[in-house]
Each structure stands twice: as C-alpha cells, then as structure tokens.
C-alpha cells in the first residue's frame, strides 16, 4: 500500500512539473472591462485570450520535441535565440516575441481608477 502511494505521489510530482514547465498566460491584475474607456473589454478580450493564448500554445507546441528547452523562460529562450533548433527558430522568434511583448504590456497598463499618477504629470499631458 505504501509503495502504491509512493509511485501516485511520483506521478503527481512529474503531472506537476511537466505543466508547470509550460508557458502559460500571466494573470491580469484588471478585469477586461477596467480599461475603459480607453480600451474597451472586446479589444482587451481579443488581445489576451486570442492572440497571447495563441502564442503561448504555439510556442509549447514548438517546444513539445525539446524537454530540454521547456523549462527556459521567455527571456532566456530570445536571449539564446541564435542556439535553437533550427526547426523551431520562426515559431519562438514569432510567437515567444509576442508572448513576451504581450506579457510586458499587461504589465504596464491599469485601469484609470487605479492609476498613480501624479497631479503635476497629469497637469503636463493636459496642458
Ligand atoms: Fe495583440
């Protein structure tokens, strides 16, 4: 009975780690709809869930054949381009750019209600 415990736990373990090697889609710290009216929920929606979702199952796709690729960052994986397979240069180049890219803009937007910034900033782009 132990042993059938310690080989479900094994197999627990590497279910785990074999999907948290894969790239996945940041959290967003906003709803869709948070940005409006400056991006309005269906653009925000497209953005994130089509075209990021789709570079992140493209570029696990193009990983899948190269364990030893899956657990690269992002960054790590642009950083070493030059040494990838040559069979999946275009799809990291394509789609790890644009997971990237895409990661760094929900990183540096928020929605106006939670926006800091200061009187004299916002005094400057009115004026
Ligand atoms: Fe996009």
């Not at 992140?56 to 642009?78: C, G, H, Q, R």
């Not at 937007?109 to 900033?121: E, M, Y």
């Amino acid at each position: 009975m132990k042993r059938k415990i310690n080989l479900l736990f094994a197999a627990l373990t590497l279910a785990v780690i074999s999907v948290s090697a894969q790239h996945t889609l940041p959290k967003l710290n906003y709803a869709y709809g948070d940005l409006e009216p400056f991006i309005d929920s269906v653009t925000m929606r497209i953005h994130y869930a089509n075209h990021h979702g789709a570079y992140v199952k493209n570029l696990n796709d193009a990983l899948a054949k190269y364990p030893e690729l899956k657990t690269k960052s992002i960054a790590d994986l642009l950083k070493g381009f030059i040494e990838l397979p040559a069979d999946i240069k275009t799809v990291v180049r394509n789609n790890g750019g644009g997971h990237y890219n895409h990661t760094f803009f929900w990183s540096i937007i928020t929605s106006p209600a939670k926006s800091k910034i200061s009187q004299a900033l916002n005094d400057t782009i009115t004026k």
